[in-house]
Nanobody, 127 residues
Framework: QVQLVESGGGLVQAGDSLSLSCAGA????????MGWFRQGPGKEREFVAS????????YYADSVKGRFTISRDNAKNTVYLQMNSLRQKDTAVYSC????????????????????WGQGTQVTVAS
């Protein structure tokens, strides 16, 4: 039983930075691979970034490479998404998710690989 709560969203200007947090409110997710996804208005949910259980491996969508950084602090049961140089196209509801389907805590990036999801936090980037 993993409960995830995102926070940190808001309204920012293009070029600004924003940091999102995903905190576990139930069982610790320290042994699980974690990911961030986003869904813009009228669009399908898309992969943003993922991180292995120990934080040693990360993977990013091409659209955010070099701008976003995913990290985790298992002692705090929290995953982060640092977003820099934000663009209007980054506007979306950002959700974190956990992979608990297998015991391998490596890199996952497909939506169906994640079985626990937070409710999301809105990020709006204005020009």
């Amino acid at each position: 039983q993993v409960q995830l709560v995102e926070s940190g969203g808001g309204l920012v200007q293009a070029g600004d930075s924003l940091s999102l947090s995903c905190a576990g409110a139930g069982r610790t997710f320290s042994g699980y691979s974690m990911g961030w996804f986003r869904q813009g208005p009228g669009k399908e949910r898309e992969f943003v970034a993922s991180i292995s259980w120990n934080g040693l491996s990360t993977y990013y969508a091409d659209s955010v490479k070099g701008r976003f950084t995913i990290s985790r602090d298992n002692a705090k049961n929290t995953v982060y998404l640092q977003m820099n140089s934000l663009r209007q196209k980054d506007t979306a509801v950002y959700s974190c998710a956990a992979h608990t389907l297998t015991i391998w805590g490596g890199i996952y990036y497909r939506e169906n690989d994640f079985d626990f999801w937070g409710q999301g936090t809105q990020v709006t980037v204005a020009s």
